[in-house]
């Protein structure tokens, strides 16, 4: 609907009968008649009511369009076709409004290509409107009390519900006959011919066309993977169904029109659609999204360490490129949306958006900044792969490396290892090879990334052609897709040839298998060979392995007697020499035939291990430990704490809160290893404390990182026992077959031997027998730690930071929670400041990280004086003896962990901002925490705490400190004390109205919320801090052990 803007100048406002009235597609759907509207923003300023309106039924009910896909069309343009005007459409691309209902298409994440169709159904029930004229709107409706921004009020509403389903026709699939049978309903539904009757044909196709993604009207529209069947045999009932109508467009007409009031702006004008300096923004806009959205996925599959420290320092350089990038993006748009908003207001002309385009400030974006920008990043991931003269390199350490960075890709990766000489030789094998890895790459339903690793000028001699798939997955063969014909060249060469000689081409090779130049078609030239002074010692792989189990299991008795394995080959030896007891333990030890019991205690004083609450984990926090295996590899063993605490089932929550808030710091984990003893007679809290607590975090394809570490086994002849019977038939009773539990990933241990080092440490004797039976221990979980670790390297990571999960989402929602409520409060600071006229100055929030476990209870809280408030700080009080305080406060959920320092400034610029809008920014804002605790209650399994409330109160009572502390002038501190202690009401009705409205996010749904918010820069900020604090404080509990240290030859 083309939205009508008939308002040219102040001086022909009264002269028309029916004003000048503008048409929007509903985005905010809250909106009813006599609401404000600011039409330069395209936001919805209030939610007032007007009960005495008229209503008729609309004389045309039904629409529906049939469309299709068009790669070269960028998704916004798409809203052209379903009635979204210019102007709307730059708001939506300016992010000056969320996209909500059908306007959500702009989120769709898969290709449109001419095999896309949208089918785009609209249902009109009403008309609503309130009968105005010129300058007379107050005999009906009051005007505005107050100063607002609203430029227009709402006469006029169109209710009813659109669906808008995209639908990806199968390439093993007739065109013709979709688009016939697509255009069958369409016609059904244009003429309201419903229910739209289907034969057995019908019912045969639209069963095919299972890849439909659905957006629309949020009160019936809320599963975007809803069928196509499903939409069309629930029309009906929606179309009978008054709940599911809400507004689709607004009728607005100007506040200056209705009042005539000089104090309400000249109604907002849009330039019209060709006007070049406002269509040349949807066009950078977009363009700048699309590289940046390439720059991501590239920085999202980096690998986390390079082969060379320099690399490491380049690939540094270019994430704190990339950071500027996104924040200049940021400022960016910021910019053109306060631009855009003056040009609809009349305050400057549309050529200063050309003059904001053009600021050197933003001259990175430009498209060829970019494309340098991503040729540098592409050339560090193939000067990466370089061999180097001066460590002697291999063909298997090339497979390696390659290995490890493709193994992150989300398509899947096909390498190619070849050479000029066997290219030669074996010209009937490489012609065949070709042809069918090409057919293969074209016939796929999934995208497949060609890699030719080319290594002809490579020292070794490659002996023959080598294919590796990276996953190895089975392709579906299906018809041609052009977008997936994309092949890589890697050069590899080990000493510094000619450029002539690296850039020989290619294309020599015989038809039909020619290949594309030796250079990547993603860079102008090949990637130099790194300079021989400049390629030190690879960094070596890093192997994370997480040690699960229930109190007492011997996770860190395992850690302990690992140590001794890697220093020692035999028992005896460990006897002999001065055996390592890395963390400090305790235990009850029977000898001699009077079976007498000794305690046996050793190791150095760990504030981490507390041997003396029965019933509770001894290990208190998790922490690394790190051992440096040789050059190439690096094992991260990580102790935790046990679960299954006689405090109960809350405890065990927030243990593994804990645990997978640790995690959270590493990039990857290698390898989840749940520790079980081999004579359990039952698993019920394994199974409700560990098993299904993690499973909630796992994505399936995680599930092949999980191993199962029995200990103690040498009683049941080094086997899983009972309770290897009982693990069966648990995952078999809770459908969890897609957990591997086999021969290969079941390891059995005892770790006696190490008991009985440590006993011989303490001066107890034991006898011949025992003896023996240690040194078969010893010698079986030594073969057993050697599987294990080849297991591991043989199964591919599993990338902490690329997966959703229900768990995820409640982690990530709580680490918000302060830097969320710490913004809303800052935002209240300024809302004040602006209310009390002092609009020459605003505050600003700064974050730093600290090193130090400290919470509120434990924390020393100062009160300063900033500007006309007071404020509280917080620091670490430390005890004389250097023990953190912390340590001592109570786990009675008073009091929440203080991640990072917050300071103020009273900076002396004005906001920008009227009171209005910050009023508004605050209602805003403390809905979406609303949305996230509302989300966090629809998780059955998880904590239905509220994150925020701890927060609020504790700022509500740090004001009511303030307000009793004599000899201070704390008056302008007494509205922030209002204003929060209104919180608690707004929150109540936030609540009610979520649950009236059964609102139910989808995890992408959250996430979106989720991104949106850290995307403010203060809010940033804070999240950096945290991620900063942690990965100190991570970085000070590590135990590495050094390389020279290793002594048994097995595991050199």
Same mark, same amino acid.
């Given at each position: 609907?083309?939205?009508?803007?008939?308002?040219?100048?102040?001086?022909?406002?009264?002269?028309?009968?029916?004003?000048?009235?503008?048409?929007?597609?509903?985005?905010?759907?809250?909106?009813?008649?006599?609401?404000?509207?600011?039409?330069?923003?395209?936001?919805?300023?209030?939610?007032? #009511?007007?009960?005495?309106?008229?209503?008729?039924?609309?004389?045309?009910?039904?629409?529906?369009?049939?469309?299709?896909?068009?790669?070269?069309?960028?998704?916004?343009?798409?809203?052209?076709?379903?009635?979204?005007?210019?102007?709307?459409?730059?708001?939506?691309?300016?992010?000056?409004?969320?996209?909500?209902?059908?306007?959500?298409?702009?989120?769709?994440?898969?290709?449109?290509?001419?095999?896309?169709?949208?089918?785009?159904?609209?249902?009109?029930?009403?008309?609503?409107?309130?009968?105005?004229?010129?300058?007379?709107?107050?005999?009906?409706?009051?005007?505005?009390?107050?100063?607002?921004?609203?430029?227009?009020?709402?006469?006029?509403?169109?209710?009813?519900?659109?669906?808008?389903?995209?639908?990806?026709?199968?390439?093993?699939?007739?065109?013709?006959?979709?688009?016939?049978?697509?255009?069958?309903?369409?016609?059904?539904?244009?003429?309201?011919?419903?229910?739209?009757?289907?034969?057995?044909?019908?019912?045969?196709?639209?069963?095919?066309?299972?890849?439909?993604?659905?957006?629309?009207?949020?009160?019936?529209?809320?599963?975007?993977?809803?069928?196509?069947?499903?939409?069309?045999?629930?029309?009906?009932?929606?179309?009978?169904?008054?709940?599911?109508?809400?507004?689709?467009?607004?009728?607005?007409?100007?506040?200056?029109?209705?009042?005539?009031?000089?104090?309400?702006?000249?109604?907002?004008?849009?330039?019209?659609?060709?006007?070049?300096?406002?269509?040349?923004? !949807?066009?950078?806009?977009?363009?700048?999204?699309?590289?940046?959205?390439?720059?991501? !996925?590239?920085?999202?599959?980096?690998?986390?360490?390079?082969?060379?420290?320099?690399?490491?320092?380049?690939?540094?350089?270019?994430?704190?490129?990339?950071?500027?990038?996104?924040?200049?993006?940021?400022?960016?748009?910021?910019?053109?949306?306060? %631009?855009?908003?003056?040009?609809?207001?009349?305050?400057? $002309?549309?050529?200063?958006?050309?003059?904001?385009?053009?600021?050197?400030?933003? !001259?990175?974006?430009?498209?060829? +900044?970019?494309?340098?920008?991503?040729?540098?990043?592409?050339?560090? *991931?193939?000067?990466?792969?370089?061999?180097?003269?001066?460590?002697?390199?291999?063909?298997?350490?090339?497979?390696?490396?390659?290995?490890?960075?493709?193994?992150?890709?989300?398509?899947?990766?096909?390498?190619?290892?070849? #050479?000029?000489?066997?290219?030669?030789?074996?010209?009937?094998?490489?012609?065949?090879?070709?042809?069918?890895?090409?057919?293969?790459?074209?016939?796929?339903?999934?995208?497949?990334?060609?890699?030719?690793?080319?290594?002809?000028?490579?020292?070794?001699?490659?002996?023959?052609?080598?294919?590796?798939?990276?996953?190895?997955? +089975?392709?579906?063969?299906? $018809?041609?897709?052009?977008?997936?014909?994309?092949?890589?060249?890697?050069?590899?060469?080990?000493?510094?040839?000619?450029?002539?000689?690296?850039?020989?081409?290619?294309?020599?090779?015989?038809?039909?298998?020619?290949?594309?130049?030796?250079?990547?078609?993603?860079?102008?030239?090949?990637?130099?060979?790194?300079?021989?002074?400049?390629?030190?010692?690879?960094?070596?792989?890093?192997?994370?392995?997480?040690?699960?189990? +229930?109190?007492?299991?011997?996770?860190?008795?395992?850690?302990?007697?690992?140590?001794?394995?890697?220093?020692?080959?035999?028992?005896?030896?460990?006897?002999?020499?001065?055996?390592?007891?890395?963390?400090?333990?305790?235990?009850?030890?029977?000898?001699?035939?009077?079976?007498?019991?000794?305690?046996?205690?050793?190791?150095?004083?760990?504030?981490?291990?507390?041997?003396?609450?029965?019933?509770?984990?001894?290990?208190?926090?998790?922490?690394?430990?790190?051992?440096?295996?040789?050059?190439?590899?690096?094992?991260?063993?990580?102790?935790?704490?046990?679960?299954?605490?006689?405090?109960?089932?809350?405890?065990?929550?927030?243990?593994?809160?804990?645990?997978?808030?640790?995690?959270?710091?590493?990039?990857?984990?290698?390898?989840?290893?749940?520790?079980?003893?081999?004579?359990?007679?039952?698993?019920?809290?394994?199974?409700?404390?560990?098993?299904?607590? *993690?499973?909630?975090?796992?994505?399936?394809?995680?599930?092949?990182?999980?191993?199962?570490?029995?200990?103690?086994?040498?009683?049941?002849?080094?086997?899983?026992?009972?309770?290897?019977?009982?693990?069966?038939?648990?995952?078999?009773?809770?459908?969890?077959?897609?957990?591997?539990?086999?021969?290969?990933?079941?390891?059995?241990?005892?770790?006696?031997?190490?008991?009985?080092?440590?006993?011989?440490?303490?001066?107890?004797?034991?006898? $011949?027998?025992?003896?023996?039976?240690?040194?078969?221990?010893?010698?079986?979980?030594?073969?057993?730690?050697?599987? *294990?670790?080849?297991?591991?390297?043989?199964?591919?990571?599993?990338?902490?930071?690329?997966?959703?999960?229900?768990?995820? %989402?409640?982690?990530?929602?709580?680490?918000? %929670?302060?830097?969320?409520?710490?913004? *809303?409060?800052?935002?209240?600071?300024?809302?004040?400041?602006?209310? %009390?006229?002092?609009?020459?100055?605003?505050?600003?929030?700064?974050?730093?990280?600290?090193?130090?476990?400290?919470?509120?209870?434990?924390?020393?809280?100062?009160?300063?004086?900033?500007?006309?408030?007071?404020?509280?700080?917080?620091?670490?009080?430390?005890?004389?003896?250097?023990?953190?305080?912390?340590?001592?406060?109570?786990?009675?959920?008073?009091?929440?962990?203080?991640?990072?320092?917050?300071?103020?400034?009273?900076?002396?610029?004005?906001?920008?901002?009227?009171?209005?809008?910050?009023?508004?920014?605050?209602?805003?804002?403390?809905?979406?925490?609303?949305?996230?605790?509302?989300?966090?209650?629809?998780?059955?399994?998880?904590?239905?705490?509220?994150?925020?409330?701890?927060?609020?109160?504790?700022?509500?009572?740090?004001?009511?400190?303030?307000?009793?502390?004599?000899?201070?002038?704390?008056?302008?501190?007494?509205?922030?004390?209002?204003?929060?202690?209104?919180?608690?009401?707004?929150? +109540?009705?936030?609540?009610?109205?979520?649950?009236?409205?059964?609102?139910?996010?989808?995890?992408?749904?959250?996430?979106?919320?989720?991104?949106?918010?850290?995307?403010?820069?203060?809010?940033?900020?804070?999240?950096?801090?945290?991620?900063? #604090?942690?990965?100190?404080?991570?970085?000070?509990?590590?135990?590495?052990?050094?390389?020279?240290?290793?002594?048994?030859?097995?595991?050199?």
């Amino acid at each position: 609907m083309n939205e009508t803007s008939r308002s040219q100048s102040s001086l022909n406002l009264f002269k028309t009968e029916d004003g000048y009235p503008i048409e929007r597609k509903v985005i905010d759907i809250v909106g009813r008649i006599g609401s404000l509207y600011d039409a330069s923003t395209d936001n919805l300023i209030d939610r007032h #009511s007007i009960q005495k309106i008229e209503r008729k039924a609309p004389s045309k009910r039904s629409i529906c369009r049939l469309f299709s896909g068009d790669q070269s069309k960028d998704l916004i343009s798409f809203l052209k076709d379903i009635d979204f005007d210019d102007a709307i459409r730059q708001s939506i691309c300016l992010q000056m409004v969320t996209p909500k209902g059908i306007c959500r298409l702009i989120e769709y994440n898969q290709p449109v290509d001419e095999n896309t169709r949208f089918l785009y159904y609209s249902y009109r029930t009403r008309k609503e409107w309130l009968e105005v004229t010129a300058h007379q709107t107050n005999k009906i409706v009051a005007a505005p009390s107050t100063p607002t921004e609203a430029t227009h009020m709402i006469t006029k509403i169109l209710w009813g519900f659109e669906v808008l389903c995209i639908i990806q026709i199968p390439k093993n699939q007739s065109i013709n006959l979709i688009d016939q049978f697509l255009q069958h309903i369409c016609d059904r539904l244009q003429n309201n011919r419903i229910p739209v009757k289907l034969n057995n044909t019908d019912q045969q196709l639209i069963n095919q066309l299972n890849n439909t993604v659905v957006y629309g009207s949020e009160t019936c529209v809320n599963q975007p993977n809803t069928s196509l069947l499903t939409i069309l045999n629930k029309i009906q009932d929606w179309q009978n169904d008054s709940n599911v109508h809400q507004p689709l467009i607004y009728t607005m007409q100007p506040l200056r029109w209705l009042y005539n009031n000089p104090q309400f702006d000249i109604p907002c004008t849009f330039p019209k659609p060709d006007n070049p300096h406002i269509a040349r923004i !949807e066009n950078v806009i977009n363009r700048i999204n699309n590289q940046i959205k390439d720059l991501r !996925e590239i920085f999202q599959n980096l690998p986390t360490n390079f082969s060379s420290a320099i690399l490491n320092q380049r690939l540094n350089n270019l994430q704190q490129q990339y950071r500027f990038l996104l924040n200049s993006q940021d400022n960016f748009q910021e910019h053109l949306r306060h %631009a855009l908003a003056d040009i609809r207001r009349h305050r400057i $002309e549309p050529t200063t958006l050309d003059d904001i385009i053009s600021d050197q400030r933003y !001259e990175c974006l430009r498209k060829i +900044e970019l494309d340098k920008f991503l040729t540098r990043v592409q050339q560090l *991931l193939m000067t990466d792969v370089h061999s180097n003269e001066k460590i002697p390199t291999m063909i298997d350490d090339i497979d390696t490396i390659l290995k490890h960075t493709y193994s992150n890709e989300n398509d899947s990766v096909i390498l190619w290892y070849s #050479s000029d000489r066997l290219k030669r030789e074996e010209e009937d094998k490489y012609q065949q090879i070709y042809q069918e890895l090409t057919w293969e790459q074209q016939h796929v339903e999934q995208r497949i990334k060609l890699i030719y690793v080319d290594f002809t000028y490579f020292k070794d001699k490659l002996e023959d052609f080598i294919i590796v798939r990276l996953p190895l997955t +089975e392709p579906s063969i299906t $018809e041609h897709d052009p977008k997936r014909d994309t092949v890589h060249l890697l050069p590899f060469t080990d000493t510094d040839r000619s450029s002539s000689k690296q850039q020989r081409s290619k294309s020599s090779s015989p038809p039909p298998p020619k290949l594309p130049p030796r250079s990547s078609p993603t860079l102008s030239k090949p990637p130099p060979v790194p300079p021989r002074e400049s390629s030190p010692i690879p960094q070596p792989t890093e192997i994370n392995i997480l040690l699960l189990g +229930e109190i007492g299991v011997g996770k860190s008795t395992f850690i302990n007697a690992f140590i001794n394995y890697l220093k020692f080959e035999s028992l005896q030896q460990a006897e002999q020499d001065e055996s390592v007891v890395l963390i400090p333990v305790s235990f009850l030890i029977t000898v001699g035939d009077r079976l007498d019991k000794f305690s046996v205690k050793l190791g150095n004083t760990d504030l981490n291990e507390n041997h003396e609450q029965q019933g509770q984990s001894v290990t208190q926090k998790c922490k690394s430990y790190i051992f440096d295996l040789n050059n190439r590899l690096r094992l991260r063993f990580i102790d935790t704490p046990g679960i299954g605490d006689i405090r109960g089932m809350n405890q065990d929550i927030k243990t593994f809160d804990h645990i997978l808030t640790y995690i959270t710091n590493l990039s990857h984990l290698n390898a989840i290893c749940l520790f079980l003893k081999p004579n359990s007679s039952q698993l019920d809290v394994f199974y409700d404390s560990c098993l299904n607590q *993690l499973l909630t975090y796992l994505i399936p394809r995680g599930y092949n990182n999980i191993m199962f570490c029995f200990t103690n086994t040498r009683p049941t002849s080094f086997t899983s026992g009972d309770t290897g019977l009982l693990l069966r038939k648990m995952l078999d009773d809770e459908h969890l077959n897609r957990i591997p539990f086999n021969k290969q990933n079941t390891f059995c241990f005892d770790s006696e031997s190490f008991r009985y080092l440590v006993a011989k440490k303490c001066g107890i004797h034991l006898d $011949e027998y025992q003896t023996q039976e240690c040194i078969a221990s010893w010698n079986t979980s030594i073969s057993e730690s050697v599987r *294990l670790l080849k297991f591991i390297q043989r199964c591919k990571s599993y990338n902490l930071q690329d997966w959703l999960s229900p768990r995820k %989402a409640c982690l990530d929602i709580f680490m918000l %929670a302060r830097p969320l409520i710490e913004t *809303l409060r800052l935002i209240i600071y300024n809302w004040k400041l602006n209310e %009390a006229k002092l609009i020459v100055n605003h505050m600003i929030l700064n974050s730093n990280p600290i090193d130090i476990d400290i919470c509120t209870n434990c924390a020393q809280m100062n009160i300063v004086e900033l500007g006309p408030f007071w404020l509280t700080q917080y620091q670490p009080a430390i005890l004389n003896n250097n023990v953190n305080q912390h340590s001592y406060c109570p786990t009675n959920g008073k009091h929440f962990l203080i991640e990072f320092n917050v300071t103020h400034e009273f900076v002396p610029l004005p906001a920008g901002l009227k009171n209005e809008r910050w009023q508004s920014s605050f209602h805003n804002f403390l809905f979406k925490c609303d949305r996230l605790v509302h989300f966090l209650r629809q998780l059955e399994s998880m904590s239905q705490d509220d994150p925020f409330q701890l927060i609020l109160e504790r700022y509500l009572e740090e004001e009511e400190q303030i307000s009793q502390t004599p000899n201070i002038n704390s008056n302008m501190n007494k509205p922030i004390r209002e204003v929060l202690n209104s919180i608690k009401q707004i929150r +109540e009705q936030n609540s009610q109205k979520l649950f009236e409205s059964n609102e139910r996010l989808s995890l992408n749904q959250i996430y979106q919320i989720i991104h949106e918010l850290i995307a403010i820069p203060t809010v940033r900020k804070q999240i950096d801090s945290i991620n900063k #604090s942690r990965q100190l404080k991570m970085k000070q509990q590590e135990c590495t052990i050094l390389k020279n240290f290793i002594k048994n030859k097995i595991f050199v």
